[in-house]
């Protein structure tokens, strides 16, 4: 099997600390590997390095390079901007194709979650190689643990064998009422994002799916027959439409498999859900500095100072050098919002 691992976002909502010169993916924020780091060690058993693959940036290239030193330097592929997973997605499987038999399996996985259980996440792997060698796309469903808002969320039917299923159809983020429905009706499940198929099969899928994407996966084959497969793509990749993957192949394509799984997942997607895997102290608190509390409780505190609280609640403090974050935990998600003012005249702070 080879590993795509996607490491090119950039972490907004883990602002101030994620900037664009080290987003998320390359912080130490729950263990002292970073979180790139750790999605590799996570696979090191099963796969070897040299079929581990990371898509990023040009500007993360060399980051990449720092935090995984034994990763072969033509295993990093250039995605010359992004334009969404399904373009990313592609334009890796078109690269792999030269390098791989197209029956081989590529397990497809965000480069910044959170997985606790690593045996039973090596062994929904085997699983999904079975059922991508049969031409399924497939793709694995978190175990809802409360009618979250912020996922989406993919509808099982039929079990095929052994805790396999065929996918209903993939559900955008729905709002609490709809959310509380999938969780009673036990057959929906977290979209985490992760997928596993052959090249070939996934490849077809551009073809049948997003012949756009296909136009311009042929024009950049011409140009690495030609010139190498390091050449800069950049002005035609400039024509790929942005769409995600899910919405761009998996929502339209026939053999598609979910796999429920329950090995404590966490995409780690703001400070609020960082402080939900962190450990606490009797408070309830993540204090990762110098502190002294009073009648202070549930917050997740993140400086290089001294920190005195009294009467805080529910709270998040985050310090970088030369910012400081202070939001409530429950409206953690709207850091992206600092972010977008901050483009208009603190370019600096990002």
């Given at each position: 099997?080879?590993?795509?691992?996607?490491?090119?976002?950039?972490?907004?909502?883990?602002?101030?600390?994620?900037?664009?010169?080290?987003?998320?993916?390359?912080?130490?924020?729950?263990?002292?590997?970073?979180?790139?780091?750790?999605?590799?060690?996570?696979?090191?058993?099963?796969?070897?390095?040299?079929?581990?693959?990371?898509?990023?940036?040009?500007?993360?290239?060399?980051?990449?390079?720092?935090?995984?030193?034994?990763l072969p330097n033509e295993n990093i592929i250039i995605e010359p901007f992004g334009r969404n997973t399904a373009p990313c997605i592609a334009l890796s499987a078109r690269y792999l194709r030269q390098r791989y038999d197209i029956n081989e399996k590529m397990v497809v996985l965000p480069s910044d979650h959170l997985i606790a259980q690593k045996d039973d996440f090596l062994a929904s792997l085997d699983k999904g190689e079975k059922a991508a060698d049969k031409n399924n796309l497939v793709t694995f469903g978190i175990k809802p643990k409360y009618p979250a808002t912020g996922y989406g969320y993919i509808e099982a039917e039929n079990e095929i064998e052994g805790g396999m299923f065929n996918v209903k159809q993939f559900k955008e983020k729905p709002h609490l009422k709809k959310a509380k429905e999938f969780l009673d009706a036990g057959n929906f499940f977290w979209n985490s994002g992760m997928f596993i198929w052959k090249i070939e099969t996934i490849l077809k899928a551009y073809k049948d799916y997003l012949p756009k994407v296909e136009k311009v996966l042929d024009q950049i084959e011409k140009k690495w027959d030609a010139e190498g497969l390091h050449v800069d793509i950049s002005e035609i990749y400039s024509q790929m439409p942005k769409i995600p993957v899910d919405i761009g192949i998996m929502e339209q394509a026939e053999k598609r498999i979910v796999i429920p799984v329950d090995y404590g997942w966490n995409d780690v997607g703001s400070w609020n859900a960082l402080f939900d895997v962190s450990n606490k102290d009797e408070n309830n608190n993540v204090l990762n500095c110098e502190n002294m509390?009073?009648?202070?409780?549930?917050?997740?505190?993140?400086?290089?100072?001294?920190?005195?609280?009294?009467?805080?609640?529910?709270?998040?403090?985050?310090?970088?050098?030369?910012?400081i974050l202070v939001v409530r935990k429950d409206r953690s998600e709207e850091v992206k919002k600092i972010i977008e003012k901050l483009k208009q005249n603190k370019e600096g702070l990002l």
């Open positions: 099997m080879i590993a795509l691992i996607m490491a090119g976002g950039v972490g907004t909502r883990f602002w101030p600390l994620s900037r664009k010169s080290k987003p998320k993916q390359f912080l130490q924020i729950v263990s002292n590997r970073s979180m790139i780091q750790m999605t590799v060690d996570r696979l090191s058993s099963k796969i070897n390095i040299k079929d581990i693959f990371i898509v990023t940036s040009q500007s993360q290239a060399e980051l990449t390079k720092q935090h995984l030193p034994n509390t009073l009648d202070s409780e549930n917050n997740y505190i993140n400086t290089k100072k001294f920190i005195a609280l009294i009467g805080i609640n529910d709270s998040v403090i985050v310090e970088s050098d030369d910012a």
